[in-house]
Nanobody, 122 residues
Framework: QVRLVESGGGLVQAGGSLRLSCAAS????????MGWYRQAPGKQRELVAA???????TYADSVKGRFTISRDNAKNEVYLQMNSLKPEDTAVYYC????????????????WGQGTQVTVSS
């Protein structure tokens, strides 16, 4: 199986910064795309940022210029540097990975972490 574990969430004042980390492990052949989603109470889950293995990163309009996604392929890890945080950034942040598993037949699937809480106070 494939497991994703997030870390780095917490409580921060508006204007502050946090760095989220996500590590993938298990029967991985390759990871094509890694990204971050978030879900606030009573709202739908939304894409925050995504980084394909060999392409251009994508960001939600609401976080452009403030958040930066990065990736360490050797460690199967993805990070989200969040600067200039706003109260509306408060949500549970989930790591997502599109994985080709190393179990016959090699198939592609989406995997999710348990989530990490980010709370921004005003």
């Amino acid at each position: 199986q494939v497991r994703l574990v997030e870390s780095g969430g917490g409580l921060v004042q508006a204007g502050g910064s946090l760095r989220l980390s996500c590590a993938a492990s298990g029967s991985i052949f390759t990871i094509t795309t890694m990204g971050w989603y978030r879900q606030a109470p009573g709202k739908q889950r939304e894409l925050v940022a995504a980084m394909p293995s060999g392409g251009t990163s994508t960001y939600a309009d609401s976080v452009k210029g403030r958040f930066t996604i990065s990736r360490d392929n050797a460690k199967n890890e993805v990070y989200l540097q969040m600067n200039s945080l706003k109260p509306e950034d408060t949500a549970v942040y989930y790591c997502n990975a599109r994985v080709i598993v190393n179990i016959p037949p090699r198939r592609s699937g989406d995997y999710w972490g348990q989530g990490t809480q980010v709370t921004v106070s005003s």
